[in-house]
């Protein structure tokens, strides 16, 4: 397994969705999306396509190479800001619109995380009366996971 989660045989997708809004991000701050994104052999046009499935570890090096030529350590946490439940594909927005309370929500989301990113998985814990949910995220070897966090 790679990282603790991701046969090494398989390749880990991610829906563009995801990294468009670290594009946004990166467009509002003038760094060069297109030349990154060509250098990353990512679609250029990615931003055309949401729902389309790339891969994670292109994007890890897309998005680690453009962090560090802008200098921003924190980029995962900065393009966090922009995320919302309109950021999931529509088959997760359905679902968990149409779960009646939170903790069918919760489970919504986590058996369906995968058509979301296939190297994401989530567990819930109950404890008490707290709910612990833990997110398991692949990240490429030798990426910075601060990314994704």
């Known amino acids: 397994m790679k990282n603790g989660n991701s046969p090494t045989d398989s390749i880990v997708l991610t829906r563009a969705e995801y990294a468009i809004v670290y594009i946004q991000l990166l467009r509002q701050i003038g760094a060069p999306v297109e030349r990154e994104l060509r250098r990353a052999r990512l679609p250029v046009l ?14 890890f090096r897309f998005l680690s190479r453009c962090a560090r030529s802008e ?20 088959i997760m927005v359905s679902t968990l ?35 612990r949910i833990c997110l398991h995220q692949y990240t490429p070897p030798g990426a910075d996971s601060r990314i994704a966090e």
């Open 46 to 59: 990615i931003e055309e396509i949401p729902n389309a499935l790339v891969s994670t570890d292109l994007t």
């Open 71 to 90: 200098g921003i350590d924190d980029l995962g946490f900065e393009a966090g800001w922009n995320v919302s439940t309109d950021t999931f594909g529509d």
């Open 97 to 131: 619109r149409a779960a009646p309370t939170p903790k069918s929500r919760l489970g919504v989301f986590s058996r369906l995380l995968s058509l979301e990113d296939t190297g994401a998985r989530c567990e819930i814990h109950a404890e008490g009366e707290t709910t």
